[in-house]
Structures are given as C-alpha cells and as structure tokens.
C-alpha cells in the first residue's frame, strides 16, 4: 500500500471531546461519514472528526479568519479540496474545547442552509 492509499483514520480523544461539546446543541446529531466521526443538523454535515483533526463547513468570512489561525489549514481529504471547509488540530483533545464557538457557528450555518432548503 503506497501512502496515497493509506487511510488517515481519526483520534478517538478527539472525537469524544467534539461529541461532549456539542452534546446539548439542539439539532445536532451524531453519526458516521465514510466512516468516520460526524455530526449533522438535519441530513447536512457539518463537521467530521478526520485525521488528527476536525473538519468544519464555515461561512466564506470565518473560514478565511480561521484560515489564519496556527493550526488550521483547508479541508483536503485525499486530495479533494473541499469548498468552505477548514480542518483544524490541536495537539490534545482537551484543546478542541477552545472551538466550540465555531463548532456552533458551522453547525448554524448549516442549519440555516437546511431551513431554506
């Protein structure tokens, strides 16, 4: 196997930490995507736990800030850049803790895309 085919699996403490953050926010639902740690608002994701980090859909503006941020870089599984997208890491899970506000915002912001729909 080459690494172009190895999978990236995820950090198990990482998605437990997201799962605590967003445990209480109505709407918002865990699940799987390809296999990996999910969470959704409705049907839509909005963000998944890949790598050593976790993957949010954020609006144009945030994610450019975001994009600033040591840590943070565009969300590219496989190669596959993936439009509003931003993947960010942290050293120890607890550190996602420090996220939850745009963990909210991006499950909002998909959320409101969901209500229009």
Do not use: I, N
Request: proline share 9%; charged share 25%.
């Amino acid at each position: 196997m080459t690494p172009a085919d190895a999978k990236p699996g995820h950090r198990p403490e990482v998605a437990e930490a997201v799962a605590r953050l967003l445990a209480d926010v109505p709407g918002v639902k865990p699940g799987r995507m390809f296999g990996f740690p999910a969470f959704f608002v409705g049907k839509k994701l909005f963000a998944c736990v890949f790598g050593d980090g976790v993957a949010l859909k954020l609006p144009p503006p945030t994610l450019t800030r975001v994009l600033e941020q040591p840590g943070a870089s565009r969300f590219e599984p496989y190669g596959r850049k993936m439009r509003e997208w931003a993947h960010l890491t942290h050293r120890s899970a607890e550190e996602f803790a420090q996220d939850e506000e745009l963990l909210l915002e991006a499950a909002q912001y998909v959320g409101s895309s969901t209500e229009e729909a």
